[in-house]
């Protein structure tokens, strides 16, 4: 922990002197509060002359007086000088109660006189047990704990044992101490498991108490002196120090639990949250030490600040979405017209119904056009242009208004899809589209058209859906494609009441389908709902048949925006 004080800026060194002002503080209330206490220890009574002492208690009771379970055993040595064998001598109570619950009663050991430890459980000779025997025995020196894992096998099943283990000279013979390791291994594999270490720091001699994972848990080098707080204060970021001064002012002088998140400068910056609680030297008076759970929650600030950063980025594509989308809006609703009786007097109804691709900006290449002229003969169109989105929109325009500027030519269709085409491919290699470019003369009823890559119209004729015949040399290339290619014409009388249909692609597409199949299934859908409900009546009933077909056709399958035109020859006399 080496994020030096000197390496900061001046409000840094500032609050570091604010911390360290606030531990010395405490710590000389703590002296000045053990100065009283002594004072008042020594204007006391003197102390009576003290009674006989008993006589010193057995080896027996001193085994007995020992919380932990423990045995003593005469070690045996080898030639080598090293300890072979220890022999049991005795144990006490402690020793007998753990034997007990953790072992079946045949597989307790028969203790009636000295016995050989590695005879009675053998597996003991391949644990840490022998070395510790010889060196305390050897340097006359306690050793351990070390943990110690063994198994003794019974009748039932073997029984794994796991234990802390201490020995310690004592005379000649050698004291066996053990408590159940498992406790302290799970604390530590809890702590490391939940990134969680605990400490208690002593406010008047600095002494600490920290769990044994806190240096795992918090980073720190194994053989590093467990930091004190002030040590930790200098090894949080700049930002942390005032949360930190807030936490330790709350314990020392508030008395009161308090959590604060620090970060740890360096590599990575670990961030810890800390819950700290007061200790006091007795109920009401001073805080003698400050209790600490540290909890590493970098993966979880990681975690907050990708989620913030995502939702950042989510509402600022909403925002581009919503404004692409506004721009979309306005662009369809200029370049896609709404028309009811325009057509009228030519002998025409038209409805048109457009869906777009909703996983663009609600606008895309498709495109229509039925305009008066001043011949006399309305110019009929419907396109599709490449991609999706306002690139295929802006396409799209382009090509609409070229169309409606060249069609004041009154020259043939033909010509004008010729002339569509040049535009197209001047437009750039990305620019293409398809294109159904019709006339209609009202005089003759008759509709010419040509076809530029695009599926053919559809006539409903006597309740049956059928596919115009193509021009004579066949559908021309897709505009765009290659220059100063010619297109020819098609003618369609119409009767009173046929309906021809214009559309797109996009409504009859699907993933993995042919043209074909996609071509007879949006025949049978207009034979379908031309037989449920005939549309009979005025623009509104052709509106609604539009619609219906529309929707039958739709569905999540959909990749493309899709439109539909219909066009019916009605009555004018």
Known sequence: MDDAPSRRGA????????????????????????????????????????PPVPAPPSGQEVLEALPVPAVLVAPLLGADGGVRDAFF????????????????????????????????????????????????????????????????????????????????????????????????????????????????????????EPSRGFHEVLGLPGNTPVPTLFDLAAAVTTDSLPRLYQALYDVILRKRKTECELRLAGGGERAFRMVAEPVRIAPGSLVWALRAVLIDVTAERRRRESAEYAAREAHRQLERVEAVTEVADVLRQAVLPHFQDELGSYGLDAAAVYRPDAREARVGGDW????????????????????????????????????????????????????????????GTESTATAIIARYHPGQARLRWTCAGHPRPVLLRDGLATQLPDPVDGPGLTLGVLADTTYTAATATLRVGDIVLMYSDGLTERRGSDPDRDTRRFLAAAEECLTEAPPTGGHDALQDYAERLVARLDGPHRSDDATLLALRRIDTG
């Open 368 to 427: 229509y056009k039925a305009r008066k002229l001043p011949d006399g003969q309305p110019l009929i169109a419907l396109g599709d242009a490449r991609g999706h989105g306002l690139e295929a929109a802006t396409l799209m325009a382009k090509l609409r208004y070229a169309l409606a500027g060249l069609a004041y030519t009154e020259q043939p269709v033909e010509r004008l899809t010729q002339w569509l085409n040049e535009v197209a491919c001047a437009d």
């Open 89 to 208: 001598v005795r144990q006490n109570a402690a020793a007998r109660a753990y034997g007990a619950s953790r072992l079946p009663e045949a597989a307790l050991p028969l203790w009636s006189g000295p016995a050989s430890l590695f005879e009675q459980f053998p597996a003991l000779a391949g644990t840490a047990v022998p070395a510790m025997l010889a060196r305390a025995l050897r340097d006359r020196t306690p050793q351990g704990p070390e943990t110690v894992e063994w198994l003794v096998s019974t009748a039932l099943c073997p029984v794994r044992l796991n234990d802390e283990v201490r020995v310690a000279p004592c005379g000649d013979h050698l004291l066996i101490t053990w408590e159940p390791g498992h406790r302290r291994r799970m604390t530590e594999a809890a702590q490391q498991l939940v990134r969680t270490c605990w400490a208690e720091w002593n406010l008047g001699d600095l002494h600490i």
């Open 11 to 50: 409000r840094s060194r500032l609050e570091l002197q604010a911390i360290r002002a606030l531990l010395e503080a405490q710590r000389r209330r703590i002296r000045a509060y053990v100065e009283l206490q002594r004072g008042s220890a020594q204007v006391r009574a003197p102390v009576p002359s003290p």
